[in-house]
C-alpha cells in the first residue's frame, strides 16, 4: 500500500473542514485536486471515507477509524522534525506566536530580545489579535503557541496561567474621581464610558460584570486599541477599563488615574496556550521558559 502525504493531508482538512472547498483552501489546494487526492485515497484503502449531504462532508465509521492513525503518523513526523531542529541547535526555524497587541507591546519585548540574541536564525512571526482568534490560530496550527488572557474553554487546547491580569478603571488627572482609589461597577455606570471593541476577552468580561450588577453602562466609544483609548481618556472624553500592566508610565508620571475594580481574587490571568499533545517546537519551549523565568523574575501569580 502506497499512501502518499499529500493523500493524508487532504483527508484530514477534509475531516476537520467538513468541505472540500474549505479544506482546498486550508491546505493551499484546487477542490479537483482535493476530490483527487480522496478517491485514489478511498481506492487504495477499499472503503469510503466520506458522507456527502449537500456541501457538507462527514466521516464514515471507516474515515474515523483511520483519522486516529493519520493523527498519530503526523504526531509521528512533526517529533522527526523535532528531532532533527534539536540537532541544528535552532541555527533556523521559525516561531509563531498569536496575543493580543498588550501582551505584545508590554510584555513580550525584552523576551523577544533576549531570545533574538540567543537564536538569530530563528524567524520570529507575532500575530496580534483577540484571545478568542489567538485560540483558533493555535488550534489550527497556525501559531506555535498564543499568550492570551484566560480562561480559553477548548477542549482541544492545554493552557497555563503565567501572571495575575488586573484591570483597572482609569481617568483622567483633572477627573473629579482622581483621589479615589477603588470604583465600583455601580459607580463607573454613571460616567461615560470608553471601552474595548466587543469581541475581545475583556470587554466579553467587563460586559459580564455589569449585566451581573443589572446596570447598562453609558459606552460612548468602542476602540481597538488600549494606547487610543488612553489618549482619550487623557483628553476627558471619558473613562475606562484597561489593563493594569498598560498603565505603568503613565501612573508614574502622573498623566492617568487608576482605581482598582477588581478583588484579587476577581482578577483574571495572562498565560500560555498550545495544543493539548504539547509543544511540538523546539523554539517554542525555548521562548516559553525563557518567559516564564522574565515573568517570574517581576510578577507572582
Do not use: W
Request: with cysteine; proline share 4%.
Amino acid at each position: 500500500m502506497l499512501i502518499s502525504v499529500e493523500q493524508l493531508t487532504a483527508f484530514r482538512a477534509v475531516a476537520e473542514e467538513e468541505s472540500f472547498t474549505r479544506a482546498a483552501e486550508k491546505v493551499f489546494r484546487t477542490q479537483p485536486a482535493i476530490s483527487q487526492a480522496i478517491r485514489s485515497l478511498e481506492e487504495e484503502l477499499g472503503e469510503r471515507l466520506f458522507t456527502r449531504e449537500g456541501r457538507k462532508s462527514s466521516l464514515t465509521q471507516a474515515g474515523r477509524i483511520f483519522l486516529e492513525h493519520v493523527e498519530e503518523a503526523f504526531e509521528t513526523l512533526e517529533q522527526g522534525k523535532l528531532r532533527i531542529d534539536a540537532l541544528k541547535d535552532l541555527q533556523e526555524g521559525e516561531l509563531t506566536i498569536s496575543t493580543s497587541d498588550t501582551t505584545a507591546y508590554y510584555i513580550l519585548p525584552d523576551v523577544l530580545k533576549e531570545f533574538r540574541d540567543q537564536y538569530p536564525g530563528v524567524d520570529v512571526r507575532i500575530h496580534c489579535k483577540p484571545s478568542p482568534i489567538s485560540a483558533e490560530q493555535v488550534m489550527n496550527r497556525e501559531a506555535d503557541i498564543g499568550i492570551v488572557t484566560l480562561p480559553i474553554e477548548n477542549p482541544k487546547l492545554s493552557s497555563e496561567p503565567l501572571i495575575l491580569r488586573e484591570d483597572v478603571a482609569i481617568c483622567s488627572p483633572s477627573h473629579e474621581l482622581v483621589r479615589r482609589k477603588r470604583i465600583s461597577f455601580q459607580e463607573l455606570a454613571e460616567y461615560p464610558l470608553l471601552l474595548l471593541d466587543r469581541g475581545s476577552n475583556t470587554r466579553t468580561y467587563i460586559n459580564q460584570r455589569f449585566s451581573e450588577a443589572g446596570i447598562k453602562p453609558k459606552v460612548i466609544m468602542e476602540l481597538g486599541s488600549i494606547e487610543v483609548i488612553k489618549k482619550l481618556v487623557q483628553l476627558k472624553f471619558g473613562i475606562s477599563i484597561v489593563p493594569l500592566i498598560a498603565l505603568h508610565q503613565e501612573v508614574e508620571q502622573g498623566t492617568l488615574k487608576a482605581m482598582r475594580i477588581f478583588k484579587k481574587s476577581e482578577c483574571r490571568s495572562l498565560g500560555i496556550i498550545y495544543p493539548e499533545k504539547g509543544i511540538h517546537s523546539l523554539a517554542a519551549r525555548i521562548f516559553v521558559e525563557m518567559l516564564r523565568k522574565h515573568l517570574s523574575d517581576k510578577h507572582r501569580l
